[in-house]
Structure formats: structure tokens, C-alpha cells
T-cell receptor, first 116, second 117 residues
Framework: KNQVEQSPQSLIILEGKNCTLQ??????????LRWYKQDTGRGPVSLTI?????NTKSNGRYTATLDADTKQSSLHITASQLSDSASYIC???????????????FGTGTLLAVQP | GAVVSQHPSRVICKSGTSVKIECRSL??????MFWYRQFPKQSLMLMAT?????????EQGVEKDKFLINHASLTLSTLTVTSAHPEDSSFYIC?????????????FGPGTRLTVL
């Protein structure tokens, strides 16, 4: 069964500190992995997208890693800001029939709270 | 580029009425749009896949007669919740996939909060 699990479920850190969020998946055949940030009451916004051959990708203070062998990914946030408070969702895309349609499998998210 | 809008952002309606939610890709064409539902503290759940000019494909357990989807153009898809009930109260999010160029990525709208009284 295709699944995406994230940890921790929630996290509280102080402003300026770093943190790392984890994502484990059992999705096959794997197409790509994305990290999204979802502010409360808003739609998800893409942070990074990585294919099978990519090990790391950065977007400003966000750095995602991917280990396709162990099927694990992490999202590292550097020098956190109050505006980083949000839910971070790991989404894995599976290759559909004929390689054309990619179905997204969503993790349940990590709720991050950055406190002053 | 790749902006997706939704209208309305929030709606409150009485039980038994129908509500229409619009999803637009503002600066790109989207052959395929997706409709998701998200309950509090839960992840997004795919309801249906909407293809321009053809019938939508619904996920298992989603009533197609209750959630009517129309994708009449490459930039607009609508979701109509018919005879809404309080259990339909949720956060509805659409996404759109570009028809050409770039990675095969979905761009999400800001969501519509539906409250059925």
C-alpha cells in the first residue's frame, strides 16, 4: 500500500533555531517527492520537488534531502522565523498507468510552531 | 507564474442548498485539475480528477451526483456541492497541472472554507 508518514506530528522551536522534519514513504513506482508549506486556512505552497536522481535541493532557508534507497526524505529549516509557523506536508508522486498520470500521496504533515 | 485562484474563499450556507466553488488557473492552461477535501488536522484527500472537456474521475467513496464537477475550459473548473449537509463542511482545495513545459507539478489554490449550518 502506498503510504507517506511524517514525523514529528508537531514541533515547537524558538525563533532563529534550526529544525529537521522527516518523511518516510512506501510508494512504488516512485516518480518524485515534494515538500509543501501550508499556512492555516490556505492552500499548500510548493517548497521543493525532487526526482529519483536528486539527493538534495534548496529553496532559501529550506533544504530537502532524498534517499531513494531507504525511501526517506528530510526538510531542514535554517534560522527559523515566526512566519515559518505552518504545516509542512511531504507528498510523493507515483507513476500511473502508461507513465502518464501521477497520483499524489500526501503525508499527514508536521505542524511547526516557531515561538519568539 | 502558476497561480491558481479559488472563489469564494469562504461560504456559509443552509442545509439543503447547493454551493458552487470555482477554481481558475490565472496564468497557465490546465488540462487537468484536481479537487481535494481537507478536514481539521488531517491531510488533503483527493476527491476527483477533472479533465477539460470530459467527465471527471471520482475517487472511491466520493458521490459523483453530490459533488458535480465541470471543467469547461483550460482555465476553469467548478465543484458544486449539491444539497449540502453539515457533514460536508470542510476545506475544499483545488489544484491545476500545467499542460506543457516544466515538471509535472500541481499548483494549489488557496482553498474554500465551506460551512453548512
Amino acid at each position: 500500500k502506498n503510504q507517506v508518514e511524517q514525523s514529528p506530528q508537531s514541533l515547537i522551536i524558538l525563533e532563529g533555531k534550526n529544525c529537521t522534519l522527516q518523511c518516510n514513504y512506501t510508494v512504488s513506482p516512485f516518480s518524485n517527492l515534494r515538500w509543501y508549506k501550508q499556512d492555516t486556512g490556505r492552500g499548500p505552497v510548493s517548497l521543493t520537488i525532487m526526482t529519483f536522481s536528486e539527493n538534495t535541493k534548496s529553496n532559501g532557508r529550506y533544504t530537502a534531502t532524498l534517499d531513494a534507497d531507504t525511501k526517506q526524505s528530510s526538510l531542514h529549516i535554517t534560522a527559523s522565523q515566526l512566519s515559518d509557523s505552518a504545516s509542512y506536508i511531504c507528498v510523493v508522486s507515483a507513476i500511473g498507468r502508461g507513465g502518464a498520470t501521477n497520483k499524489l500521496i500526501f503525508g499527514t504533515g508536521t505542524l511547526l510552531a516557531v515561538q519568539p | 507564474g502558476a497561480v491558481v485562484s479559488q472563489h469564494p474563499s469562504r461560504v456559509i450556507c443552509k442545509s439543503g442548498t447547493s454551493v458552487k466553488i470555482e477554481c481558475r488557473s490565472l496564468d497557465f492552461q490546465a488540462t487537468t485539475m484536481f479537487w481535494y477535501r481537507q478536514f481539521p488536522k488531517q491531510s488533503l484527500m483527493l476527491m476527483a480528477t477533472s479533465n477539460e472537456g470530459s467527465k471527471a474521475t471520482y475517487e472511491q467513496g466520493v458521490e459523483k451526483d453530490k459533488f458535480l464537477i465541470n471543467h469547461a475550459s483550460l482555465t476553469l473548473s467548478t465543484l458544486t456541492v449539491t444539497s449540502a449537509h453539515p457533514e460536508d463542511s470542510s476545506f475544499y482545495i483545488c489544484s491545476a497541472r500545467k499542460t506543457s513545459g516544466g515538471p509535472n507539478e500541481q499548483f494549489f489554490g488557496p482553498g474554500t472554507r465551506l460551512t453548512v449550518l
